[in-house]
Structure formats: C-alpha cells, structure tokens
C-alpha cells in the first residue's frame, strides 16, 4: 500500500526557511513522480514544486527561486526546500505521487496523497 507522510512544518517568521520532508512506503521510490502541493486557507490546493519518476523536476512560477525540490532514494524521502517565506506562503503543504513521468502541477494528476503538514509565516 503506497504511503506518504509529510513533516517538518512549523511556524517561521518572514525571511525565513523550512525543510519539509516526504517519506514514502509501500513503493520504490525511483519509480514514481513526487510533487509537493500547497493549500491556503480558504483557496484551492496549488501546485508547487515536482521531481520527476526519470530525473528532472519543475516549479511553479510562484516558487521559483525560492523553494527547491530534491529526492534521496536511498532515504525514500523528498524534500522541499523552502527560502525567502512570506506570509502567502501560509498553508497545508501536501506530498502526492504518481507513476507518471510527467510532472503536471495539478491535483487530478496525481494518485496518492499524504496528509499534509501546516506551514505558518508570521511575524
């Protein structure tokens, strides 16, 4: 049974940063592309970031240069690093994956979800 769980949310000031981990089982993780969502308060859940099943990955213009994506095979786990946060950055940070090599940031792409980790920027 694949399984995702997120960690490594909290709260930060603005100017700060994060690391939120995405530890996976029940898969390899190579075989799979791995994305890292985000939901504020009262939006619809937006794509950020993704790594991709062959090598490669993408983000969204809203996170570029700011947040980075990474996996560790070895460790099964992808991360997602985040600089730079300000209070829009606010949100449940969701992990999913697909077997697709395709990286599309949307929600209807992707087949299993983790339950998310709470992120706060605040002063």
């Known amino acids: 049974q694949l399984q995702l769980v997120e960690s490594g949310g909290g709260s930060v000031q603005p100017g700060g940063s994060l690391r939120l981990s995405c530890t996976v089982s029940?898969?390899?993780?190579?075989?799979?592309?791995i994305a890292w969502f985000r939901q504020a308060p009262g939006k619809e859940r937006e794509g950020l970031s993704c790594?991709?099943?062959?090598?490669?990955?993408v983000h969204a213009d809203s996170v570029k240069g700011r947040f980075s994506i990474s996996r560790d095979s070895a460790e099964n786990t992808v991360y997602l690093r985040m600089y730079a946060l300000v209070p829009e950055d606010t949100g449940v940070y969701y992990c999913?994956?697909?077997?697709?090599?395709?990286?599309?940031?949307?929600?209807?792409?992707?087949?299993?979800w983790g339950q998310g980790t709470q992120v706060t920027v605040s002063s």
């Open positions: 029940g898969f390899f993780l190579d075989d799979y592309t």
């Open positions: 999913a994956a697909v077997a697709d090599p395709l990286c599309l940031l949307r929600t209807n792409h992707f087949e299993s």
């Open positions: 790594t991709r099943r062959y090598g490669g990955f």
